[in-house]
């Protein structure tokens, strides 16, 4: 279940400011892809559009071939998911309500929420470790159970496109471990913006840079976080070290040293 | 955080069973009180006579009953279960625990269009129905205007629509408030605040297919998108994410609630707090999800409003007095009770 992304000659715009500009990316069947960059560079517009929640000014996304924006709000969303940043929910809902939100395109008016529902949703809370906590309303969740809560709630919809805002945000860190294995056991095509560079390193096929509302060409992540491209993107000094146990490569973030600036 | 608990809330299914259960019961004992206080026995009486063809007991109780009290508890139950279906439609369209089915200046629509039958003599001439006929046509038409403004102005986005309702809304009630201090009719003043206030006084058997039919068709539009609307009160974006076409819905909603609140306010005036406090007490009974809520609100409005109306009956005898004095001093305090409960959020992180 997962699907080819292609979106070229992406622009958006709110108001006069250019958010993004002539973004492109290509991402095969299956892939995981980080979108790492500095707040206010268009990560979550990115994903908003991608979504289809958002017009792109100017460009197309296509989803299996399919142009997305075309699609009614319905069939849009059994072909892609967004889970958004930490969000109000009416506090009242009980953890399982929020999830079966997930199956609203496949309700038909009238129907309830029926035994197939609840089987999907309890198995998507599983998914995420938080099974036990279905009946608990939602504001008596951490912030960290109630990121899971959304995060399941996207894995019900069943889309074989799945993005995520931020998905790690409030986890500790073995959950965003965890969170991460997940996402790529799921055999789904998933794009995330994700603010932790290593965990972008250790985890993503590819990943994509933004700076500035514009897109760096989609790279394997040794060669889209380059020391350079961390430095000039991020204005930090990264240095790529080998774990000695796994061999993985990590990044070591340190401020800028005054006498590398540019 | 909080320790974790079991769930309190009642099972839904036995939540459903006792209100029917009650409202069934206070139908029939509601229609005992009254001016003229009878007892329960005659009431049935009078009804199962009236049911199942029987004879006449009492020619005088069978009027009491069947013509003048009968009548006015369905609209008591029809108005407290409209205004209740609105408030919680209203509190998810807006997006906000303090809404109640008169934000979007439809009442204050309806008492401009109240103000000027009254004042304007037509009332003494032709009565009710003009009455009601002007409050709908100021109600629909305030609706019309927000919905415009709210439209141009970028699209029916929460705040847009609380701010535009409120500030029309306030408009309306100066506009009503001109024609009141316009007219030479001492007596308008008093007519004005009395339907202002809401009142059921002299309902009859003809006046209820109206609200009967509007509060039924509503509550079934409702109902069949309820699961569009749990999206929706969790926030466009995830309501979006899921395939819920956010602008027609909202469109829709608001159409829904205009024409509902609007009926109700021109067979009833206005009446406080119904549709304030019931859907909150509603979703501490039976959880937010619309599919349980909007019946469950529906039936405790009823329940509600059919005894508030027994109250203004009997509490200072033989004059009646409005719906909202009775319902105000209820919901109010009922309201604090709610926001003094730890585990109810209204909406709001604590």
């Keep these: ?262 | 955080m909080d320790a974790p608990r079991g769930r309190r809330r009642l099972r839904a299914p036995l939540a459903f069973f006792l209100v029917t259960l009650a409202l069934l019961a206070s139908l029939v004992l509601s229609t005992a009180f009254g001016a003229e206080p009878l007892s329960p026995a005659t009431v049935i009486d009078v009804l199962v006579g009236r049911v199942t063809g029987g004879p006449v007991a009492d020619l005088a109780y069978d009027t009491i009953v069947w013509q003048l009290r009968v009548p006015r508890a369905l609209l008591a139950a029809l108005v407290g279960a409209g205004l209740a279906l609105a408030g919680a439609g209203m509190q998810t369209l807006v997006r906000n625990p303090l809404a109640d089915p008169y934000l979007l200046g439809v009442s204050s629509g309806a008492s401009v269009g109240a103000t000027a039958v009254i004042t304007s003599g037509l009332f003494a001439g032709a009565g009710a129905l003009t009455l009601s006929g002007g409050a709908l046509i100021g109600a629909l038409g305030a609706a019309v205007l927000v919905f415009v403004i709210a439209t141009a102005q970028g699209g029916l986005t929460p705040l847009r629509l609380v701010l535009t309702g409120t500030v029309l809304g306030s408009a309306f009630s100066a506009v009503a408030s001109y024609l009141v201090f316009r007219s030479s009719d001492p007596a308008a003043a008093q007519s004005v605040l009395f339907w202002l206030l809401g009142s059921l006084a002299g309902a009859e058997w003809y006046q209820l297919a109206i609200p009967a039919i509007t509060v039924g068709a509503v509550a079934a539009a409702m109902l069949a998108g309820s699961g569009w609307l749990d999206a929706l009160a969790t926030g466009s974006d995830t309501a979006a994410s899921v395939g819920v076409p956010v602008r027609a819905v909202r469109v829709g909603l608001f159409v829904l609630l205009a024409i509902l609140v609007g009926v109700l306010v021109a067979v009833s005036g206005g009446i406080g707090f119904v549709g304030l406090v019931v859907p909150h007490a509603a979703r501490l009974l039976v959880g937010a999800r619309h599919r349980v809520l909007l019946p469950a609100a529906a039936m405790c409005g009823a329940l509600f409003l059919l005894w508030v109306d027994v109250v203004t009956r009997i509490l200072v005898p033989p004059t009646e007095i409005p719906l909202s004095v009775v319902s105000g001093l209820i919901g109010a305090p009922a309201f604090l009770v709610l926001l003094g409960r730890r585990r109810y959020r209204f909406g709001g992180e604590g």
């Design chain 1, 1 to 262: 279940m997962s699907v080819h992304l292609r979106a070229e000659g992406l622009a958006c715009s709110a108001g006069k400011r250019v958010v993004l500009r002539d973004v492109r990316l290509d991402v095969r069947e299956g892939e995981t892809i980080g979108i790492v960059g500095p707040n206010g560079c268009g990560k979550s517009t990115l994903l908003r559009v991608l979504a289809g929640l958002r017009n792109p000014s100017v460009g197309h996304v296509h989803v299996g071939g399919v142009r997305l924006h075309g699609l009614g709000a319905r069939q849009r969303a059994r072909k892609v998911a967004l889970v958004a940043q930490e969000q109000d929910l009416p506090p009242d809902l009980l953890a399982w309500e929020v999830v079966a939100l997930g199956l609203t395109p496949y309700r038909s008016p009238w129907n309830g929420v029926g035994p197939r529902e609840r089987a999907a949703v309890a198995d998507a809370l599983a998914q995420v470790a938080l099974a036990d906590l279905a009946d608990r309303p939602v504001n008596q969740l951490s912030g960290g159970e109630r990121r899971r809560v959304l995060l399941a709630r996207g894995l019900v919809q069943r889309t074989p496109l799945l993005l995520l805002d931020e998905p790690t945000n409030h986890l500790d860190v073995r959950h965003q471990l965890d969170l991460m294995q997940l996402v790529r056991r799921l055999g789904r095509t998933v794009v995330l913006a994700l603010h932790d560079l290593t965990l972008a390193t250790a985890t993503c096929d590819r990943v994509l840079v933004l700076h500035e509302g514009r897109a760096l060409p989609l790279a394997p992540p040794g060669e889209a976080l380059t020391p350079g491209v961390v430095g000039a993107v991020f204005g930090v000094d990264a240095t790529p070290i080998r774990h000695p146990v796994t061999g993985d490569t990590h990044l070591l973030i340190t401020p800028l040293r005054p006498e590398c600036t540019p």
